[in-house]
Structure formats: structure tokens, C-alpha cells
């Protein structure tokens, strides 16, 4: 009995105890500078169910900028925390009242917490033994300016794109917002990749605030990313938020980056209800931020050694790999090559790899992908893949060949040349019957596919010596030789029949007179001599002429008298015609032989 | 009989070693079935210093360059042996592959193949003779019929068999006359002048066929005969035939 009161009496208790709530506040730090924060921790316990926020005091002394609420429940105790980001606005002590918490019709709160802010690290130094009882080192004048330092520089070893930033930042540390940008590089290579950031510094407040990223002309640009931080500028710690874009110049010359803009509302929001918390004051007006525009001069690439395998990559540190899906195939069955280029910046602009017909394979049309992924760097590294389909059309050891890819390195000024390692396929006959790839138009019922083309082999001797027709053409000058030897003869030849025929006119004429049956024959036989052995035509002229003709070519008078007689006679009889006497013909025939002579002797 | 002795024991020794030694052409083709076309095309060169114009020798230097993936310096050679001994099949075949492989034709399309093997059935050199065979024959039928006023049927058949023969070898002294080359280098660019500063109308890949018409420092002005496109063209990139 004594123990069931006791178990009793314990549970009450526990129970008791399990559903104490209670809230706690503390600081991170009770002393700091100006460029610190102050995380200020809530933790609220043994409250479960709807819960209402902490009513945080009117905090004057700071800017409220960031707010996260961690819940955490074990074995049923529901633990809540709430943190805080405090930056303080000026020098001096500050209270942070009680913050209360209502659960339950019951209210919580916390006991005050006092900070003591410094102008500098060393006050911190000083103050950090007597922190819980600092007294204020100053009471009060709260502009920022007060405690502005003198302009600062960035530290050289950042990169010149940070430190670019924060140089500009440092010069405009006398305004509560303000924008600026920067590039990694102003003189870049077209198809360079180049990093270009937007910060937009803030001190105070803001809200509502649209953003409008710098235009550009002639330059590919791609986001890459955004991202938050603070610096101290005069003093005075600057939350920025910061907007990262990649470029990539597609023609040299000048490339204008335009200015980004930031449209913010100063003061706070009637609707927050931190503010409302805060007590912050109604808005005040809207303001605009605006970055300076900023000039590029995209140099070209240079042509002297650029490789047939450059497509447009510009940067340092790509890498080129080859890989076969398989390397044991069948005839007929597809592999698959992937190509793989990686390298820092954007490779989307680069022209996509040509691959090279590669004997004894069905290619197909390679298909391209690219992308990028975030570096450790803050950088972004690309990729492009290329994929293609390789049929091989017959058995046999195959290497596939190296593929070149080359690029731009704008450190070095130099192109440079990455090869893929040459892969070995090893292809079998196939073993597929009736269903295998038809590359031609071949019906394969008949038996007959046709596979593939390919160049005839070699020739193994030397071409056979040129047949008769190709060596005549060789003998040129012998060939005009022998044709005008052959001409020469024709033109003798030629000649000395005429000469001939002339030489036979009177054997000619004597052999037709003795043959003579009628005055007609002799007349014939005259004529023929005439016309063969002085070119004389009697048919076409009178007799007169062909007298004169006699005399031109040298005949006697007296000769010519007598052929006169015997031409008359000889017309005489043939235009007026008797009865042939035999006796009368032989006897006009030895005559006019007789003249024949005659004019075969004087002739000419 | 000791010298006879020593002479017969000299050759004994040196017989095997000269029967046993490769040709140049051996060697090339061991070297091109083992896939160094390389080394085989150098020794393919050397060789034609010693039988020039040989279209054998042409052929086998166009494989080599096929099979280092040089089309166009291929189909140049094949061109070259083409033009010495058109009948041989497989100078066509494999020209008509580089040729192919360029995207050009070596029968111009809407011409029977028939016709143009026809045409191309004796070389240059082969017309040439047949000629002056033919005139010959027609001088001497001439030559009878001027002095015997005989066989004028023949004469009249030669003459037109030599007029026939006179009109193809005018065309193909035309093709023959025309300065051919091929584009050696995978791509090269048509420009408007001879010069980079002149903008480039046009690429052409290697295998195509160009006729030059000039030249004027380290660029050939050419006319693409597949598409007749006339501009200038850099004159490493490309190989006279």
C-alpha cells in the first residue's frame, strides 16, 4: 500500500514537473563592434499545441534581419527555439527587454539582457572581463557616418572579380544602398566564359524589391546562382545580396553589359509582423539602386595553328574520353560510342564534333547534350556528350579510330589538341538468321546481301607496257615524217602521171589511127592528142585558135598550115559524111600521123 | 677450277639471298595488309619515281590515302591512274567510291554509264594513236585513188572514220586540257578573292572536283564543277591532277 502511494505520489510530481513551461532568452555575446552580429536564442519549453509567437521588446539599438524558428519534441516534451540576428546600429550600451510569452491564459517572460557595443575590436578587448557590467562609452549619436573610416581597399590576393566588388562596395560606403557589378575579366577571348556578379549592399532595412538583371547585346549570359553575405565598410557592416551570371561573347569587338536595377521601399512594412514587433517605422519612399554599365573588349581567336578539330571552346583543364558501350559485338549489332567533353565555363555554344566516317561501319547521325554543373569553385564546369550509333557490317577486328577535340587556352594563347584513346571492337559473325540488317537493296531470299563498300584491293605488279596505239602516239615526229613523206610522194605521184599520160599521148593517138575505121576515129585520135599532150581542147575552140595555140606552143607555120588542112578535112568529113571508104581513112590516118609527129617533134 | 670452284660456291651463297628478297611492291602490299598504309605509300611513292606514270602504282597510292581517310588525295590518284588506263574496273570502282565519298559522280548524271565507259574506252594517248592510224590509212587510200582513180568507197569510209576519231579525240583533248584537281583537306572555302580578307561564299568537303582556271600567289581561282560555283580557293587545300 505504502509503495502504491508512493508511485502515486512520484507520477503526480512527474506529471507536475512535465508540464512546467518556461521561456529563456540569451545572447551569443554581451560585447561587440559595430561589424558584429548578435544572435539572440528564445527557447520556450513544455508548450505544445497552437502556439503564439514571443513578443519580442521594441529593440531600437538593432536591426532585426533574420528570424528561425527549431521545434523539437522528445519522449513528448515539444521544446521551441527561436534565433535571432541582430546587427547593432550604434555605439553604446543596449537593453534588450523582457520578451514575453503568453500559453494558456499564463504569461512568461524573460529577465532583460544588456550588450555593450564597441566602435572597434580593441574596446571589445577591453570590455570583455567587466562584460555583465559595462557601462555605455557612448550615449548616443546614432548616425552611421559618425563612425565611418576612412575608404579602405580590398585585400590584392582576392580574386579580381571579389575584389573588384568590394573595392567599388568600399568607395560608396556613405550610402545605406547602393548596387554594384563586376566581371572577372574585361578583355576576353570570344566563346570565354566570364564570370559577371551583382551585389546589392544594404545597411538598413528594405522590402519589396524587384530585381532587373543587366541587359546585354552580342553576349550569350546564363544565371549561375545566387548568394548572400556582409561586409564591413567604414565600420558599418553591409549585408549584400549577390547575383552571379556566366557570359560568353559570340563576335569580338565591344560588348556593353547594361546597368542592373534594384527598386526597394525604404523604412518597413505596415504588413510585417516583425516590424510591427520592432515598433519599425511606416514606409518612406521608394528608391532605386543601379549598377554601373560595363564595357568588354572581346578579343578574336587567333587563325594561325587553329586545328580543323577546334568547334569553339575557349578555357583550361577540359578533358576528352571515349567510351563503347561494348566491345564484343555481332554483325548487325548496334554499339553505342559516347564522347564525353567536360571543362570549366559554358560548353552550349561550341559546335557540335564531327565524327569522321569510319570504315566497315553503318554510322548514324551523333546526337549532342550539354549542361553544366556548379564547381567547387563557385565556377561552373559544362559538359557535352555526344552519342552515336556504330553498326559494324561484317566480322573482324575493328579500331574504332582516335577522335580530336581541341580548344582555346587563353592563359597559354595557344590552341590545344585532346585525342581519345582508339577502342578495339571485335566483331563476330552473326548469328542471326532472316532477321539480320539489310544495308542493301538486295533481296536477302535470293542469298545475296550486300554488306557494305569498299575499294578494290591492290594491284600487285607493275600496269602492262602501253599497247601499239598508246607508243604511236609517242612517235609524234616520226608519224608528221612519214605523212608528209607520204604527201610528197602522192604530189610526185601525181605529176608524173600527168607527165606520163603526155609522154603517152602520141604512142596513144598512133595506136587509135591505125585502129581508125572512119574520119570520125582519126578525128577522135587527133583530139585526143591535142587535148593529152598540149591541153588543147578542140571541142570548145574555134579552129583558129587552136592554130594559134599550135603557134604558142612552137609549131612551124608550115606544120600548122598542114594541121589547118587536115582539121578542115577532118570536118569536112565528119559533118558532112560519105560512104565509108577503108582506102580514104588509112590514108587520112597516115596523114594526120604524119602531122602528129610533126607536132611531137616541135612542141614545147 | 679453283676459281670456277670459288664463282660456283659465290653464287650458291648469293642466289637465295637475292631470290629471297621482297620487291618494293611486295613489301608495300605486306605493309598495306597490315595497316600501315603509311609506310606503304611511302614506298608506293618511291616506286613511281622509278616507273612514272604508271596507273598500277597511281592505284595503289590512291588505296593508301582511302584507307588513311584521305578521300581526296585518294580520289587525285585514282583521277591520275584513270586517265592512263580507263578500261581497268577496279581504277573505276574505286575512283567512283572517293568520288562518292566527296558527293560527286563520276558518269555525269543523266549520261548511261554505258556511254560514258564508251567514251572512255581508250585513253588519251590510245585515241591519239588511233589517229594518226587512221590517217594514215585515209592518205594511203588517198594517195591510190589520186593516182589509180581506184577504191574510192574506202577512201570515203576513211575519211569519215577519221573525222568520227578526229571528234572524240577533240573532246577529250577538251576534258584533257581542263587543269583538274580535287579538294585534298576536309573542308575548303570558296572565297571571293584570293585572299582571307575576302568573305568565303561556300565550303566544299574533300573529293569534289574543281577546274582551275588561274592562280595568283598561294590561291587557285577554281570553278566547282558539281555545282558551278567559281571562286579562290587556298592552294593547300587542295591537289592538282
Known sequence: MKKVFLSVLFFSLAAAAWAQVSITARVNKTALTLDDELTLSVEINGASGNMMMPSLPSLPAFNVYSREIIQNTLNGKTTTSFRYTLMPRFVGKATIGAIRFTHNGKTYQTDPITVNIYRNAQGVQNAQPAATTAKAVSTGNYDSAVVKKAPQKADPNLPPLERSLANQAYARGDENYFLVA???????????????AVRFYYNRPFYDAPYQKPSTSDIFMEEAGSSQGTQSIGGVLYRYEEQRYLLTAAAPGKAVIGPATVRYMTGSSPLSALDRLFGGSLVQAEETAQSEPITLQVRALPTDGKPKSFYGAVGDGYTLTAQADRTEVEAGEAVTLTITVKGPGNLKPTADLQLPAIDGFKMYSTQATSGSVPASNGQIRGYKVFKTVLVPVASGIYTLPAVAWSYFNPAEKAYKILKTEPIQ????????????????????????QTLGKDISYLKTTHAPAPGLLARLSTWQTLNWLMLAVLALSVLFASVGRKSLAQKRAYA?????????????DVADAVSGYLQQKLKISTGSLPLKAIVKALQHRGITPATAEAFLLLWQRLDTARFAPGTPDAQNVQHLAQQALDILKLLEEEAK | MKRIFAAIVLWGLLLPAVWGQATPLQQAEELYRQGKFSAALSLYENELKNTPNDPYVYYNIGNCYFKMGSKGLAAANYYR??????????????????????????VPAGIPTVLHQAFFYLSYT??????????????TLASIWL?????????????????????????????????LAVVASPVAEI?????????????VAQGHLIVVQDAKDDWYEVIVKSQGIKGWVAKDTVERI
Open chain 1, 182 to 196: 563586376a566581371v572577372s575579366d574585361v578583355n576576353p577571348y570570344v566563346n570565354e566564359t566570364v564570370s559577371l
Open chain 2, 147 to 179: 593516182v589509180k582513180r581506184k577504191l574510192g568507197r574506202l577512201v570515203v569510209t576513211s575519211a569519215g572514220l577519221l573525222l568520227l576519231c578526229g571528234g572524240w579525240f577533240y573532246l577529250r583533248h577538251s576534258l584533257e586540257s581542263e587543269e
Open chain 2, 126 to 139: 590510245e585515241i591519239q594513236g588511233l589517229l594518226y592510224i587512221l590517217l594514215w590509212l585515209f592518205c
Open chain 2, 191 to 203: 572565297r571571293s578573292g584570293p585572299g582571307t580578307n575576302f568573305p568565303a561564299s561556300a565550303s
Open chain 1, 508 to 520: 596513144a593517138a598512133k595506136s587509135r589511127l591505125k585502129k581508125a575505121q572512119s574520119d570520125e
Open chain 2, 81 to 106: 591512274a584513270f586517265r592512263l588506263a580507263p578500261r581497268d574496273a577496279d581504277i573505276r570502282h574505286n575512283l567512283t567510291l572517293a568520288l562518292e565519298s566527296g558527293g560527286e559522280r563520276l
Open chain 1, 425 to 448: 571492337l571485335k566483331v563476330s559473325p552473326s548469328t542471326k538468321t532472316g532477321a539480320g540488317i539489310d544495308f542493301g537493296a538486295a533481296d536477302p531470299s535470293n542469298g545475296f
